[in-house]
């Protein structure tokens, strides 16, 4: 993968596929990435990066127009070349309660093939925890409107790692302007109350006036890119990038789409994200590039189908 991209979201903040607002929008979540009032779906996403790679992610959906599963593979297409395969699970309530990622084929192996992220709800159908098998436990907390405003992070794997932290959101109408992110690990047995790996981070956004496909419960991983997880024995972690939500991108908690991105806190990894639209009649984006501390690290190309 690029170099950029991958520096711009290697220690990044762990989210979540999307919560619930108070808006009418969420009240029913939308299961279907793309625009309800249209009728029009998401189809592909085609990623172009600056090594000239390129991976096409194609979307299929079930017989109740749920996100089924993603098929994501590197062009030209060949027997060696890798493949990806996330696949989404629902409740009687329509609700994604599962996605997993499998790496079906890959050159040369690696030794950690898939991530899976788990999803429970409250009464009132906000998201309650995200459990990401192979990082976090997330625990998420909300306003008197119904909005998330902020998180806390606990570690449920094994290797002798305490894991910490947590962050909070403030928002301008249904855009998350400003959001924190506070992560430690310490291991036990070492020193006590001494972090073995920790950051701090601020970020702040500003946004388009039109449609985010992916404003809701979505996971959409960045085919490419190997799943995050925390290093044993190490304790270091490592979240990579996606397109949206997961947990290491807060762009599905938004209903319009970002523009800039500012990151503060990682002394000179700081960085400047700048993204770029064409878009449809329907006012869903067809091209995103983004630009990271100037340069460019990323160009999407977004297909739509009705339905």
């Not at 800039?260 to 329907?282: D, F, H, K």
């Amino acid at each position: 993968m690029a170099a950029p991209r991958l520096i711009q979201h290697l220690i990044v903040f762990v989210l979540f596929g999307g919560l619930m607002f108070a808006c009418s929008d969420h009240l029913n979540p939308s299961i279907t990435p793309g625009s309800r009032d249209v009728r029009l779906r998401v189809k592909t996403i085609t990623e172009e990066l600056p090594n000239n790679k390129t991976w096409v992610s194609q979307f299929s959906y079930d017989a109740q127009g749920r996100l089924a599963f993603i098929l994501a593979f590197q062009t030209p297409d060949s027997s060696v070349a890798r493949v990806e395969r996330t696949t989404y699970q629902y409740n009687a309530q329509n609700q994604l309660t599962q996605a997993q990622r499998r790496i079906v084929t890959r050159q040369p192996a690696f030794p950690l093939d898939e991530e899976t992220l788990i999803y429970t709800y409250t009464a009132t159908g906000q998201v309650a925890t995200l459990n990401s098998t192979s990082t976090a436990l997330l625990s998420f907390n909300y306003g008197v409107d119904n909005k998330p405003t902020g998180f806390t992070r606990s570690y449920i794997g094994t290797g002798g790692l305490r894991v910490s932290g947590g962050g909070g959101f403030s928002y301008t109408e249904n855009n998350v302007t400003a959001a924190s992110d506070r992560h430690s690990i310490i291991r036990l047995g070492g020193p006590p109350n001494t972090p073995d790996f920790g950051y701090s981070l601020q970020k702040t956004f500003t946004y388009d006036d039109k449609v985010n496909p992916f404003f809701g419960v979505f996971f959409i991983p960045a085919p490419g890119v190997e799943p995050s997880f925390y290093t044993i024995p190490s304790g270091n972690y490592v979240a990579k990038y996606t397109y949206f939500g997961g947990i290491s991108n807060v762009l599905t908690l938004s209903k319009n789409n970002v523009l800039t991105e500012i990151t503060n806190g990682l002394g000179s990894n700081s960085t400047s994200s700048v993204y770029q639209y064409q878009y449809n009649a329907a006012n869903l984006p067809t091209l995103r590039t983004t630009l990271t501390n100037g340069s460019p690290t990323e160009t999407l190309r977004f297909e739509y189908e009705t339905y």
